[in-house]
């Protein structure tokens, strides 16, 4: 039976159905992401009804992954919908990657019958899903009355939202759903959030450090990473870095937050500023693998740290940090501004002379390998094809997944303004792709273009149905290699069975969309990528551009040899 809006308060009773709407509602929630299935169908019915808007998905890990960035891109919690034990594990990879990236999110999920479940009695998707979840995310909650609907609900949002954002679990049995509770009680159940993410004024003696020890540089440096993105701070943290002349470096999803091409940005030294920097700011930037953990040769030994961060546990966690601010970046950033003198901190002259000649060095050597024409195309000509035409479009968000694809995509496709850029992150996970360009079409209302892998866009690649049902203005461009990092690779045991990172060469990606009554495109050189795209942006409707690369253009694992333990047998083939 479908619960029908306003049905039971006629009646002065609710359900726990009408709560769980009731209780998003109250707290702004406005759009859902999920799949629906036993015992949750009837809850998105309602919200649906209820005015809030509810995208049905292909696989929860997509529509979990919309609810991450939508949870990033707003500073409001994500929500993904889903069905008990399998549904719940499907979403928990998206959930688990919102907590490591610091995306506020919240999965519910329906759960089976809780006293079967814990004497393993064997119910419908039987599994303890709670505890399932309480090491991949920030928070995990049951609800297992109805009169508590109000308060988990408001828990799982303070615990998203607050400090570090990240994945909460918020486990609805059954039973509470179905459950009934009269409507007096049911009201005062419900709990409004107040202020969720609360400023973290910063003690003012950390400022003073931080400036001092910049005051004191030669070479200082500031590194921007997602989390000062997602701060929205952005005018101050531009005014910081323009007023002081520090050149900085963004991380990629905080590419934008000053445009690609601003003059203090070092993104084209990146090895000389990490080398040669004597003192590093971090504003929202982890010293994770994405920074070599501040460690070898890619650093320089004697530099110091300034880290500014609102999570007070990230300090010293790789470097030892000299002065730690320990706050919200938009609080921190405007304490250094009214603390800052004028002429105070004073790069040297040298220092930036030197970063202005690596970068030209740099720009001048891409710029050869940009206008290079090849054929077939290579990740060059084709990126830059893509770069062009985007840059008479700054409002477009960028998805950007795969190991090639992803690596030249964020050196090559400039970012004008910030949070635009939506990439693999901290995990450097496959299968975010789809996901993340319907969630940032949704809540954004702009156009999205999804820069994929051949092999990155088949992990998420169902939900071009998805796309093609809600009539979004999403284009999919897959570079297609035929593989995981390169289409040439070959079976060492002189077998017949294909190696281990090929995907068939001349699949046909446009046709999939085509099935769904969207565009599809298949180019093969740049002009006709440039017109595919130019066209699919002004339709303004879902289409996919197969853009066909040439199958050795890439290396194994992307930029990240490194990190491949390469076995010394049989590897000749190794680029
Ligand atoms: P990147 O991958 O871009 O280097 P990370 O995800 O590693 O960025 O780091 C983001 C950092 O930003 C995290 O340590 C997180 O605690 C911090 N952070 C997130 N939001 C805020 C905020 N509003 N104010 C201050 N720090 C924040
Ligand atoms: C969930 C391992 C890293 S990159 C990649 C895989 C499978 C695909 C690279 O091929 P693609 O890009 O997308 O065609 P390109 O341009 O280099 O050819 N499973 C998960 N996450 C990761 N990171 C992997 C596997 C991987
Ligand atoms: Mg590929």
Redesign the pocket.
């Known amino acids: 039976m479908f619960h029908k809006p306003n049905e039971n308060k006629s009646q002065s009773i609710t359900d726990g159905f009408h709560l769980v709407v009731d209780a998003l509602k109250l707290n702004g929630i406005d759009t859902i992401f999920g799949v629906a299935g036993i015992p949750i169908t009837d809850l998105a019915r309602l919200a649906q009804a209820e005015g809030i808007r509810y995208i049905g998905f292909r696989h929860e890990q997509s529509a979990g992954n919309a609810a991450a960035i939508a949870g990033y891109l707003t500073k409001k919690p994500g929500i993904c919908l889903t069905v008990s034990a399998p549904g719940f594990l499907n979403g928990m990879?998206a959930l688990a990657n919102a907590t490591t990236n610091g995306f506020p999110m919240i999965q519910i999920s329906g759960s089976s019958d809780r006293s079967i479940v814990d004497l393993q009695q064997g119910d419908y998707e039987e599994l303890d899903q709670m505890n399932a979840a309480k090491p991949y995310t920030k928070a995990s909650f049951r609800v297992s009355k109805p009169e508590d609907i109000g308060t988990g609900v408001a828990r799982a949002i303070h615990a998203a939202v607050s400090g570090r954002p990240g994945g909460v679990y918020l486990d609805l049995t059954a039973d509470v759903l179905a459950a009934t509770l009269g409507n007096d009680a049911a009201s005062r159940s419900l709990v409004r959030v107040v202020d969720p993410s609360p400023r973290q004024i910063p003690d003012p003696e950390s400022i003073k450090r931080a400036i001092d020890l910049h005051a004191s540089a030669q070479r200082p440096l500031i590194i921007l990473g997602k989390g000062a993105a997602y701060a929205q701070a952005d005018d101050a943290i531009r005014s910081f870095i323009e007023k002081t002349g520090i050149p900085y470096l963004p991380m990629s999803m905080a590419k934008g937050l000053l445009p690609d091409n601003h003059k203090q940005s070092a993104a084209a030294a990146r090895s000389l500023v990490l080398s040669q920097a004597d003192v590093v700011m971090l504003v929202g930037a982890r010293l994770n693998w994405l920074l070599a953990q501040g460690k070898g040769p890619h650093w320089s030994q004697t530099a110091q740290f300034v880290q500014v961060d609102i999570s007070a546990t990230e300090i010293d966690s790789n470097r030892a940090i000299a002065a730690p601010v320990v706050a919200d970046i938009g609080s921190a950033m405007s304490a250094f501004l009214a603390a800052l003198k004028p002429g105070q901190i004073q790069p040297k002259a040298a220092w930036i002379d030197a970063i202005a000649e690596r970068k030209q060095h740099n720009t001048e050597r891409m710029a050869a390998r940009l206008d290079g024409s090849p054929n077939p195309m290579n990740?060059y000509s084709s990126l830059r094809a893509i770069r062009d035409v985007l840059a008479n479009r700054p409002d477009i968000y960028v998805v950007n997944?795969?190991?090639?694809?992803?690596?030249?995509g964020r050196d090559i496709i400039d970012m004008h303004q910030p949070r635009q850029r939506l990439d693999?992150g901290t995990?450097?996970?496959?299968?975010i792709g789809m996901g993340y360009a319907i969630g940032a079409a949704v809540v954004s209302g702009k156009p999205v273009v999804a820069v994929?892998?051949?092999?990155?866009?088949?992990?998420s690649g169902m939900e071009l149905e998805t796309i093609c049902r809600y009539h979004l203005p999403i284009v999919v461009v897959v570079?297609n290699?035929g593989?995981?990092?390169?289409?040439d690779d070959i079976n060492r045991s002189g077998g017949a069975d294909p190696s281990p990172?090929v995907?068939m060469r001349d699949a046909r990606y446009d046709k999939l969309i085509e099935a769904f009554d969207g565009t599809g495109h298949n180019v093969t050189d740049p002009r006709s990528l440039t017109k595919a795209l130019t066209v699919a942006l002004a339709s303004g409707k879902p289409a996919l551009i197969n853009c066909v690369i040439d199958p050795t253009a890439?290396?194994e694992?992307?930029h990240l040899q490194n990190l491949n333990p390469q076995s010394q047998v049989g590897n000749e083939k190794k680029n």
């Open positions: 990879v990740f997944e795969g190991a090639n694809t992803l690596d030249f693999c995990w450097g996970v496959m299968g994929e892998g051949d092999s990155a866009f088949g992990f570079f290699n593989g995981i990092y390169r289409g990172t995907l890439g290396t694992s992307g």
